[in-house]
Nanobody, 124 residues
Framework: QLAESGGGLVQAGGSLRLSCAAT????????MAWFRQAPGKEREFVAA????????AYADSVKGRFTISKDNAKLTIALQMNSLKPDDTAVYYC???????????????????WGQGTQVTVSS
């Protein structure tokens, strides 16, 4: 199971840090990612990290502003979001897939496990 936290309301230009806690003890063998879904839009890729945290990938829209990290000891991943924009408003979901590779997986269809989501609202 995955559980997100850290969402909220922030002004444009501000920062938020999302966390995703996993109950699976083998999180160290999972690749993970963040996706988001804005009202009326499809869920889209935001950031991904491979099983050991050594490889990351980002959507162009967040590159340079967001940072994904993975802590296998604490069974968590985080998404540090800086310089937030109103377009970043969405429900943010963490996702996991068993994968011990050097790849950060960006395809939404590859992820079988999902959290319930946390709302991020950026006001202008």
């Amino acid at each position: 199971q995955l559980a997100e936290s850290g969402g909220g309301l922030v002004q444009a230009g501000g920062s938020l840090r999302l966390s995703c806690a996993a109950t699976v003890r083998t999180l160290g063998t999972y690749a993970m990612a963040w996706f988001r879904q804005a009202p009326g839009k499809e869920r889209e890729f935001v950031a991904a990290v491979n099983w050991n945290g050594g490889t990351t990938a980002y959507a162009d829209s967040v590159k340079g502003r967001f940072t994904i990290s993975k802590d296998n000891a604490k069974l968590t991943i985080a998404l540090q979001m800086n310089s937030l924009k109103p377009d970043d408003t969405a429900v943010y979901y963490c996702a996991a897939k068993p994968a011990v590779t050097n790849n950060a997986h960006t395809n939404i269809n590859e992820y079988p496990y999902w959290g319930q989501g946390t709302q991020v609202t950026v006001s202008s």
